[in-house]
């Protein structure tokens, strides 16, 4: 089946560094593909997305691509701050029938200094 | 608005006690799902439902039940609680089949002990 695969974590950078989390995939069709963000005790939110090839998702200052040569989507921006600490997850949608189900990553945590 | 709401937040069952996780959304969508969340490993799909009275296996069924009466309520049923159950669980829903984002709620916290 589908897969989504990220860098491992914990991720720990300054304030004002630049972030980049790797993510790649493997999918039989043209999948969608996602970021979700997740704050401490909360659940999951979707940061952005992007539905075909060459599509830029953004939001927040965060930006990723959709590569299809490469099967990427990795997440990047360039100054993080410290309310950016969270779980990072990069998900593709998979379409079974009539309904599509997400795949995830296992999540990369960030956690940015002052 | 309250989105989607999850109860409860925490729980600790013993071996073999069974228990049902709640899951309400106010946003009619028609689209629900079931996750657990367990260290290190993503979300693994449970169950989820297209509909009211129509629900079907995701990749993690083994152990858990489901139903949808209404299409606010998705609540998920543990009838003979394993260690192996210990995890995070969430509830989503979408309001359309494709490309529409997930809202989660805020988790249920569950070790079976």
């Known amino acids: 089946g589908d897969s989504v695969t990220q860098m491992e974590g914990p991720v720990t950078l300054s304030e004002e560094a630049f972030l980049t989390i790797n993510c790649t995939y493997t999918?039989?069709?043209?999948?969608?593909l996602f970021w979700y963000v997740q704050y401490p005790g909360e659940g999951l939110q979707l940061l952005l997305k992007?539905?075909?090839?060459?599509d830029k998702g953004s939001n927040k200052g965060f930006e990723a691509t959709y590569r299809k040569e490469t099967t990427s989507f990795h997440l990047e921006k360039g100054s993080v701050q410290v309310s950016d600490s969270a779980v990072y997850f990069c998900?593709?949608?998979?379409?079974?029938?009539?309904?599509?189900?997400?795949?995830f990553g296992k999540g990369t945590k960030l956690t940015v200094n002052p | 608005n309250a989105g989607v709401t999850q109860t409860p937040k925490f729980r600790i069952l013993k071996i073999g006690q069974s228990m049902t996780l709640q899951c309400t959304q106010d946003?009619?969508?028609?689209?629900m799902y079931w996750y657990r969340q367990d260290p290190g490993m993503g979300l693994k799909l449970i169950y989820y439902?297209?509909?009211?009275?129509?629900?079907d296996k995701g990749e993690v069924p083994n152990g858990y039940n489901v139903s949808r009466s209404t299409t606010e309520d998705f609540p998920l049923r543990l009838e003979l609680a394993a260690p192996s159950q210990t995890s995070v669980y969430f509830c989503?829903?979408?309001?359309?089949?494709?490309?529409?984002?997930?809202?989660f709620g805020n988790g249920t916290r569950l070790t079976v002990t």
């Open positions: 989503a829903s979408s309001g359309s089949a494709y490309n529409s984002p997930l809202h």
């Open positions: 999918a039989t069709g043209y999948p969608s």
């Open positions: 992007a539905t075909k090839a060459d």
């Open positions: 998900a593709l949608s998979e379409r079974q029938g009539g309904s599509e189900k997400l795949v």
């Open positions: 946003m009619n969508h028609n689209y």
């Open positions: 439902s297209v509909g009211a009275g129509i629900t």
